[in-house]
């Protein structure tokens, strides 16, 4: 069974934080990089952070030095802290695999998604 539930989106004011979280079934989460990607009314998914199984983290430049991204393998989960929130940061949040984390290759759009987690970063 495969599975991601994201959870923690919120409405947030700009310079705000918050902190995501996914728990990811163990056919995603032990085999692959996680990453978190977000989607934007009007735009199509991005990747903006991801993290091998081994913890090596990579973030898109938009989001360098912001977020975070943290795993934790006992657990199954993956969280995404952002700090300094932007409007711009304003989308729905997805957590899903990474296959290749130097060229930032995930799912195609007709693969499984999980339902997301909103974000809305607004004064």
């Known amino acids: 069974q495969v599975y991601v539930v994201e959870s923690g989106g919120d409405l947030v004011q700009p310079g705000g934080s918050l902190r995501l979280s996914c728990v990811a079934s163990?056919?995603?989460?032990?085999?692959?990089?996680m990453g978190w990607y977000r989607q934007a009314a009007g735009k199509q998914r991005e990747l903006v952070a991801s993290i091998s199984r081994d913890g090596m983290a990579d973030y898109a430049a938009a989001v360098r030095g912001r977020f975070t991204i943290a795993r934790d393998n006992a657990k199954n989960t993956v969280y995404l802290q952002m700090n300094n929130l932007k409007p711009e940061d304003t989308a729905v949040y997805y957590c899903n695999a990474v296959y290749n984390i130097a060229l930032g290759v995930g799912p195609r759009e007709s693969d499984y998604w999980g339902q997301g987690t909103q974000v809305t970063v607004s004064s």
């Open positions: 163990g056919s995603i989460f032990s085999i692959y990089g």
